[in-house]
């Protein structure tokens, strides 16, 4: 089945800075590619994806990239503010379309 | 927009009893209803997925008899663990699928903690 690998686990950031965070999938037939971010406690909110027909997507400070080839997809988030503190995951849909989670990346940012 | 609600939001029980939680659509009719759980600091792992009007389809090592879903209507799905014990301590979350979008966006509820003494 797919294996999604999320790095890193945690990301400290300076206000203003990049945050880039990096995924790793196995099954060559994922097709769609989200990126959750979710507070403590609260539900993950879908804040950009990606389908495989395409390389890169942006949406204002957020983008996402995605390679096919060496199945990899990375989320950027630029300018950074200390209302982007939270976990991140990425995601991708296995054979079945069920989505299956990285691990998550604890990102914080510091005024 | 897509919103899917959680009932309860969180929930204190006794070892051993049963737990149902309530798992709604509100402003769409959504024919498959996934669920997870997640642990403190943990990502979200699927246990279920739910299809109106049939049986639902379980992951790898998630027990069926332990975890009961039942989607009657194509606004309601419900998880109830039964005889529930501390290790069954989590977060549980549920999404939907909204017919007419792409097949692949998941909208999350709000999840429901759940606490076993």
């Known amino acids: 089945g797919e294996n999604v690998e999320q790095h890193p686990s945690t990301l400290s950031v300076q206000e203003g800075d990049s945050a880039v965070i990096k995924c790793t999938y196995s099954?060559?037939?994922?097709?769609?590619f989200p990126w959750y971010k979710q507070e403590l406690g609260k539900r993950p909110q879908l804040i950009i994806d990606?389908?495989?027909?395409?390389g890169e997507k942006k949406d204002q400070r957020i983008a996402v990239t995605l390679n096919k080839t060496a199945k990899h997809f990375s989320l950027h988030i630029t300018e950074t503010q200390p209302e982007d503190s939270a976990v991140y995951f990425c995601?991708?849909?296995?054979?079945?379309?069920?989505?299956?989670f990285g691990a998550g990346t604890q990102v914080v940012v510091t005024p | 927009g897509a919103v899917v609600s959680q009932h309860p939001s969180w929930v204190i029980c006794k070892s051993g009893t049963s737990v149902k939680i309530e798992c709604r659509s509100l402003?769409?009719?959504?024919?498959?209803m996934f669920w997870y759980r997640q642990f403190p600091k943990q990502s979200l792992m699927l246990m279920a997925t739910?299809?109106?009007?049939?049986?639902?389809?379980?992951e790898q090592g998630v027990e069926k008899d332990k975890f009961l879903i039942n989607h009657a209507s194509l606004t309601l799905s419900t998880l109830t663990v039964t005889s529930a014990h501390p290790e069954d301590s989590s977060f549980y979350i549920c999404?939907?699928?909204?017919?007419?979008?792409?097949?692949?966006?998941?909208?999350f509820g709000p999840g429901t903690r759940l606490t076993v003494l």
């Open positions: 739910s299809n109106e009007g049939s049986k639902a389809t379980y």
């Open positions: 402003d769409f009719q959504a024919t498959t």
């Open positions: 990606i389908r495989s027909n395409v």
């Open positions: 999404s939907a699928r909204v017919p007419g979008e792409s097949t692949d966006t998941q909208y």
């Open positions: 995601a991708a849909t296995d054979s079945w379309g069920k989505l299956q």
């Open positions: 099954d060559s037939a994922s097709n769609y």
